[in-house]
């Protein structure tokens, strides 16, 4: 987990959902390595990695969860979801089958985490432009709809995948701030925090905009 | 020199085909297994050697640990020949006997005798009787079996050995194999998304018609239809695929069936995945207990258990070690 001196103000934790073979392995060593592999292993369990980036002022250090997709492995990977500030709900633009499974992978996402989580919606694969099956509109609408923030990106040639972990980590940390200026915690960061009307704010808050391309 | 090489054979492979092993598996084997090689473990890395001297790192842990540093080159010597062997489609395979008649590796083996080691040889024939008196060590000869699969079971002797370890060998399934090969699974589809990154960096499992896909495909379905409550799971793909690494697919098939049922290991990849929490339970408070200065910093950094330890118990270490010494964990599992 890194060494003990490390300096930073803030760790956050972000995991990486969607169907099996999407590309969550590959965005998080796109983002954490910038390497991609055309042979990647499947996951089995959980594997994670951690980038360091400045956030206005602040040095956030995101710790990245990259969790199996296989169904299966939900039970135990629902433990995984505790203390996640926030998600990325990947799906593979060129297989709408990833895409109509969305709202599972949400659904399952609220039962475990906290209501605060903020969540980016993630088309990847857009280097495969030509086989594509989720028309980028559609899925745009649907994160509007359900406050999500939302991207495409491709891990392979790595558009916009720096901006996608950016994004997200950005609007997590203007929560943290919000919620700063209320109770005076450092450190360990929840968005939910005790107070039940905190978590409320969060729910109703409007997200400044989503990354468009 | 690389072509005269191939040809040439060690005077103990052709004994290789262990006694008491028939080739029984030569009928009615569906193209594919007719030319599954026994890969080693780490071949993939050993396509670019050119001479037979610059692969020392090749010898087998399992029975370098005693040796002079004569014996360990001329022991790597000996693993180089017989990887080149068996990369050579051509060759005789070891243990599966469907290409016997093939002919072009069969030379004369007097010449290479000298090579040697008498320590190699010693355990060569200790190994074939083992096999070949099977029922007898198992039952007399425990201990000593035991001793003697911890130090690793030699390369050749794997593919029947695992076998006799969890009574694969006469099993009704194996006749199903080619039957369920033929019907279609709910779980294709799972299973095809695995199968390109399942050993994706091994060389007998990359590109997309290879051999290796091929099989492991197979195998995978086949279970999936043999058990359709587990059906298929991830994880349990990397098991097979070393199988498939030592034996045709029947045999690895009817090994992986034998495992997931008696070894309960279906009970770790059933839906509800319950016994792996229980493993991951049972680990945490052996950690606690044996540990508990890392546990406590495990702790203090939310470093969970089932985070690094899930695929230890889910691939038996298969994705956590190199091959090689994921081998011998394997080894070692099969008995105990």
Redesign the interface.
């Not at chain 1, 042979?39 to 499947?42: G, I, K």
């Not at chain 2, 950094?301 to 969970?304: I, R, T």
């Not at chain 2, 089932?306 to 695929?311: K, L, T, V």
């Given at each position: 987990?890194g060494s003990a001196e490390e300096d930073y103000n803030f760790v956050f934790k972000v995991v990486l959902i969607g169907e099996?073979?999407v590309g969550k392995t590959n965005l998080l060593s796109r983002f954490t390595r910038n390497e991609f592999n055309h042979?990647?292993?499947?996951t089995?369990?959980?594997e994670?990695s951690t980038r360091t980036i400045v956030v206005g002022d602040a040095v956030v250090k995101a710790q990245i969860?990259d969790t199996?997709?296989?169904e299966?492995?939900r039970?135990?990977t629902s433990?995984?979801y505790r203390?996640a500030v926030g998600a990325l709900v990947v799906f593979d633009i060129t297989k709408h089958q990833t895409y109509d499974v969305v709202d599972r992978w949400l659904k399952e996402l609220y039962e475990h985490a906290e209501a605060s989580i903020v969540v980016m919606l993630v088309g990847n694969k857009t280097d495969l432009a030509q086989a594509r099956e989720v028309p980028m509109e559609e899925a745009k609408m649907f994160a509007d709809n359900n406050g999500l923030l939302f991207v495409e990106t491709s891990a392979l040639d790595s558009t916009n995948v720096e901006q996608a972990f950016e994004t997200i980590l950005k609007e997590i940390f203007h929560k943290v701030q919000k919620q700063k200026q209320r109770s005076s915690q450092s450190n360990t960061v929840s968005l939910a925090s005790e107070s039940p009307e905190s978590t409320a704010v969060a729910q109703t808050e409007k997200r400044p905009c989503c990354v468009a391309l | 020199a690389r072509g005269k090489r191939r040809e040439g054979r060690l005077p103990l492979t052709p004994a290789l085909g262990v006694p008491g092993e028939t080739p029984k598996s030569s009928r009615s084997r569906p193209p594919a297994a007719m030319a599954s090689p026994a890969v080693s473990p780490d071949s993939s890395s050993h396509e670019g050697l050119s001479s037979v001297n610059s692969a020392p790192a090749c010898s087998p842990a399992s029975d370098s640990e005693n040796l002079s540093p004569d014996e360990l080159e001329l022991l790597a010597k000996l693993e180089e020949q017989n990887r080149l062997l068996e990369a050579d489609s051509k060759s005789m395979r070891s243990m599966n006997g469907s290409r016997r008649n093939s002919g072009s590796s069969l030379v004369s083996s007097s010449s290479a005798s000298s090579n040697l080691s008498h320590l190699e040889e010693d355990t060569w024939i200790l190994w074939g009787r083992i096999v070949n008196e099977w029922d007898e060590w198992r039952k007399k000869k425990e201990k000593l079996l035991k001793e003697l699969i911890r130090k690793g079971i030699p390369h050749h002797f794997r593919a029947i050995v695992w076998q006799l370890l969890c009574s694969a060998t006469d099993m009704p399934v194996k006749n199903q194999y080619s039957e369920l090969l033929k019907m279609s699974s709910p779980c294709e589809k799972?299973i095809r998304?695995?199968i390109?990154?399942?050993?994706?960096?091994h060389e007998f499992f990359?590109g997309q018609d290879s051999l290796g896909q091929e099989v492991l495909f197979n195998v995978m379905k086949a279970y999936s239809l043999v058990d359709r409550e587990v059906g298929y799971?991830?994880?349990s793909?990397?098991i097979v695929g070393l199988l498939l690494m030592q034996m045709p697919e029947e045999e690895a098939f009817c090994v992986f069936v034998k495992l997931m049922q008696e070894y309960r290991l279906r009970e770790l990849?059933k839906?509800?995945?319950?016994q792996?929490?229980l493993c991951?339970y049972q680990f945490e408070y052996l950690l606690q207990e044996q540990l508990p200065e890392l546990n406590i910093h495990f702790r203090s950094?939310?470093?969970?258990t089932?985070?690094?330890?899930?695929?230890w118990f889910?691939?038996l270490f298969l994705?956590t070690f190199p091959l090689p010494v994921a081998t011998r964990v394997f080894d070692i599992f099969m008995y105990e």
């Open positions: 987990m099996s073979g042979d990647s292993r499947t089995i369990g959980v994670f969860w199996a997709g296989l299966r492995y039970a135990i433990a995984y203390g | 799972l998304r695995d390109a990154r399942t050993y994706p960096e990359k799971c991830q994880g793909a990397f990849f839906p509800s995945m319950a792996l929490g991951i950094q939310s470093f969970l089932s985070m690094y330890a899930s695929s889910l691939t994705t």
